[in-house]
T-cell receptor, first 113, second 110 residues
Framework: DTGVSQNPRHKITKRGQNVTFRCDPISEHNRLYWYRQTLGQGPEFLTYFQNEAQLEKSRLLSDRFSAERPKGSFSTLEIQRTEQGDSAMYLC???????????FGQGTRLTVV | EDKVVQSPLSLVVHEGDTVTLNCSYEVTNFRSLLWYKQEKKAPTFLFMLTSSGIEKKSGRLSSILDKKELFSILNITATQTGDSAIYLCAPSNAGNMLTFGGGTRLMVKP
């Protein structure tokens, strides 16, 4: 296992389209996090899972955003009816337990045109 | 609302210089403070600090936390061009949720 894996690495989509990103965490990490990062800013928390349960969602996560982790392994983040303001790097991270450091994937860069 | 402020915003030094990066925070239910290095893509983990006054060290990098004054510093000695990156400070809360600062952009010139 080489770390957190995210796909795709880049996505260009037209405004109004739906997009879905996937994150495969490090094996046996039960906590999985999604963050969003725009240019010149630090990552902003979106949501996190402990196993398959979504425990917290940021108010940044509008109704157009939904995340799942159906079997407690990989996770998907879907954005419906994309807007130009959704253009950002979407980062996924995982950690083995509460209190442990989180390891990040390479991110999915989304561009909405 | 949780708040993290990093300073300076950016820094340009020459190889061999020593730098100190600052992070002040206000976070509800604080658990620990993490430092990450971000070059092109993913932030890579450097340190996690949970106790005040105990320095963590890794090669030329070291970091310390002050839980009373709510700040942390990251020191890099004998800087190299490979240290050029954005350094992110991120306190975590009881749920392990990280609140990131805006980062310090470090450029090390040969």
């Amino acid at each position: 296992d080489t770390g957190v894996s995210q796909n795709p690495r880049h996505k260009i989509t037209k405004r109004g389209q739906n997009v879905t990103f996937r994150c495969d965490p490090i094996s046996e990490h039960n906590r999985l996090y999604w963050y969003r990062q725009t240019l010149g800013q630090g990552p902003e928390f979106l949501t996190y899972f402990q196993n398959e349960a979504q425990l917290e969602k940021s108010r940044l996560l509008s109704d157009r955003f939904s995340a799942e982790r159906p079997k407690g392994s990989f996770s998907t983040l879907e954005i419906q009816r994309t807007e130009q303001g959704d253009s950002a790097m979407y980062l996924c991270a995982s950690s083995p337990r509460v209190g442990a450091e989180a390891f990040f994937g390479q991110g999915t860069r989304l561009t909405v045109v | 609302e949780d708040k993290v402020v990093q300073s300076p915003l950016s820094l340009v030094v020459h190889e061999g210089d020593t730098v100190t990066l600052n992070c002040s925070y206000e976070v509800t239910n604080f658990r620990s403070l993490l430092w990450y290095k971000q070059e092109k893509k993913a932030p890579t983990f450097l340190f996690m600090l949970t106790s005040s006054g105990i320095e963590k060290k890794s090669g030329r990098l070291s970091s310390i936390l002050d839980k009373k004054e709510l700040f942390s510093i990251l020191n890099i000695t004998a800087t190299q061009t490979g240290d050029s990156a954005i350094y992110l400070c991120a306190p975590s809360n009881a749920g392990n949720m990280l609140t990131f600062g805006g980062g310090t952009r470090l450029m090390v010139k040969p």
